[in-house]
T-cell receptor, first 116, second 113 residues
Framework: DVKVTQSSRYLVKRTGEKVFLECVQD?????MFWYRQDPGLGLRLIYF???????EKGDIPEGYSVSREKKERFSLILESASTNQTSMYLC???????????????FGPGTRLLVL | DQQVKQNSPSLSVQEGRISILNCDYT??????FLWYKKYPAEGPTFLIS?????DKNEDGRFTVFLNKSAKHLSLHIVPSQPGDSAVYFC????????????FGTGTRLQVTL
């Protein structure tokens, strides 16, 4: 059974703070993703990684960075948190079955971040 | 630019009846489509998918229909059950994009007794 865990369910931070959101998956998946979910906007991709130390920008990377030093762990970093980064953050992972063939994405429970 | 749209933010259906959730897309390069279900305080879970080479895929009570010419897909749930009450997201991708999914805005389904 695939498990994706996120370090915190709820987080409250102040404007300007550096924030780290951690995600760990236990199924040896190559791909990992960070999304944010906002009402009326659905899930929007921030960054993804298809291998250790590899990363690609998603649709809304501004204000965020990521780190993938180990295959199972993908971190999202808010360099200087702002109130417009208050959101639900979701991590996901997926297995690459073959060239251009992927399995579905499995999601963690989410981290609800409030920036004051 | 919203490439995947779910125009109904909410839907209410009686238990036992059919629920139909709709999704439209604009990018004709998309060739694989998925539906995810999300309960409050949980991450989305995969429900059903369809490749563009098919026009229908069925899994138990859930059926997804794809109309490529209209760039439209729909999820049918028959019969609807109270446990189906959740937010449903459709998502789209195309082969060779390293698994990137583009999600719709979601439809909140409420199944009433």
């Amino acid at each position: 059974d695939v498990k994706v865990t996120q370090s915190s369910r709820y987080l409250v931070k102040r404007t300007g703070e550096k924030v780290f959101l951690e995600c760990v998956q236990d199924m040896d998946h190559e791909n990992m993703f960070w999304y944010r979910q906002d009402p009326g906007l659905g899930l929007r991709l921030i960054y993804f990684s298809y291998d250790v130390k590899m990363k690609e920008k998603g649709d809304i990377p501004e204000g965020y960075s990521v780190s993938r030093e180990k295959k199972e762990r993908f971190s999202l970093i808010l360099e200087s948190a702002s109130t417009n980064q208050t959101s639900m953050y979701l991590c996901a992972s997926s297995l690459v079955l073959g060239q251009n063939v992927q399995e579905t994405q499995y999601f963690g429970p989410g981290t609800r971040l409030l920036v004051l | 630019d919203q490439q995947v749209k779910q125009n109904s933010p909410s839907l209410s259906v009686q238990e036992g009846r059919i629920s139909i959730l709709n999704c439209d897309y604009t990018n004709s390069m998309f060739d694989y489509f998925l539906w995810y279900k999300k309960y409050p305080a949980e991450g989305p879970t995969f429900l059903i998918s369809i490749s563009s080479i098919k026009d229908k895929n069925e899994d138990g009570r859930f059926t997804v229909f794809l109309n490529k010419s209209a760039k439209h897909l729909s999820l049918h749930i028959v019969p609807s059950q109270p446990g189906d009450s959740a937010v449903y997201f459709c998502a789209a991708t195309f082969t060779g994009t390293a698994s990137k999914l583009t999600f719709g805005t979601g439809t909140r389904l409420q199944v009433t007794l």
